[in-house]
């Protein structure tokens, strides 16, 4: 049995491994590897119980930031070393970034310009490749482990990729904001303390504050005044790594919304500029009609047009419009 992080390449027709059995989407071996929530249960049972004296949640929470693993859409499990550290020391922490920062991962993704990584679609052919001379995005994370089977449409053979746990979205969008601010291994939560709250409470002036702050973090010598890429990317990563709902490049019947951000109380739609007019930015959320698919929902509704400035690198103005 041969196991690591990623897919075996198999590089030749006369490679002495090239009867190998991939057992990965195998049903009958989904519970192969992790713990299940039975095993949680019974082998845990008195320190459970211990801990549902003062939180009598306690299993969901355990299960919302170390669950969520699956290979056949029938068993779930959980990371064993996370679990296993929770439970000898009961303080939910980010134990998978302790095992190992995996640099070249977010080195590709941000040479690939790849800032959203929540959702992709792939067949389960793509799924099982890996080329190590131009590795795929999707498969790459699904083999590390960033990713996981959220959805399965056996009609047309499409898998569904997604987070499995808060542990790993926590992970994966921190060490992606380091990567993209070139200050690996260090911290961005201090810039993103209160980000969150602005836009729950409505409060755009702050909002672009906060942004400015994560913007100027970027090292001079290593800023690209070429494209939006960069702001574009330091936004949306912000706002996922502060619990936000948002999306970028949202389709609508005429055009691409740059992000979208949805709280309970308010919609954002957002147009990002490149030294360019951020009266531009309004309109063409105006002319695209970004938020009409949204007209019926009772949150208010807000277009922003943002002009970045490359030579001051910061957010230079912004217009707001309530729709």
Not at 222 to 249: M, Q, R, Y
Not at 251 to 265: E, F, P, Q, Y
Request: hydrophobic fraction near 40%; include cysteine; charge should be negative.
């Amino acid at each position: 049995m041969i196991t690591g992080v990623s897919q075996f390449s198999k590089t030749s027709i006369f490679s002495d491994l090239n009867n190998l059995r991939n057992i990965t989407l195998v049903t009958p071996f989904g519970d192969i590897v992790g713990i299940s929530q039975t095993e949680l249960e019974e082998n845990f049972a008195q320190e459970i119980s211990q801990l549902q004296k003062t939180k009598p949640d306690i299993l969901n929470q355990i299960k919302t930031w170390y669950n969520g693993y699956t290979w056949n859409m029938q068993t779930w499990v959980y990371n064993p070393f996370s679990l296993l550290n929770f439970m000898a020391d009961p303080v939910f922490r980010n134990y998978w970034f302790e095992t190992a920062t995996p640099t070249f991962l977010y080195k590709l993704l941000k040479d690939n310009a790849v800032y959203d990584v929540e959702k992709y679609e792939i067949g389960g052919q793509e799924l099982s490749n890996f080329n190590t001379n131009d590795p795929d995005i999707a498969p790459l994370l699904f083999q590390t482990g960033y990713l996981t089977i959220k959805k399965f449409s056996e009609q047309d053979s499409l898998y569904e990729l997604g987070f499995p746990n808060r542990e790993v979205r926590a992970s994966l969008l921190g060490g992606l904001l380091s990567a993209y601010r070139l200050n690996d291994g260090q911290s961005s939560m201090d810039l993103l303390v209160g980000l969150r709250t602005t836009l729950i409470n409505g409060d755009i002036p702050a909002m672009i504050l906060r942004l400015n702050a994560i913007i100027a973090s970027l090292p001079y010598d290593h800023w690209n005044p070429k494209t939006e890429t960069a702001f574009h990317a330091l936004i949306h990563i912000g706002f996922k790594f502060a619990g936000l709902d948002v999306e970028s490049e949202v389709h609508s019947a005429k055009g691409r919304c740059d992000i979208l951000v949805k709280t309970d109380l308010y919609i954002y739609a957002m147009d990002l500029k490149l030294d360019d007019a951020s009266t531009k930015a309004l309109a063409q959320i105006k002319e695209k009609g970004y938020l009409k698919p949204y007209a019926s929902d009772p949150r208010k509704k807000f277009a922003v047009g943002i002009s970045c400035c490359s030579k001051k690198r910061e957010i230079g103005n912004y217009l707001v419009e309530e729709q």
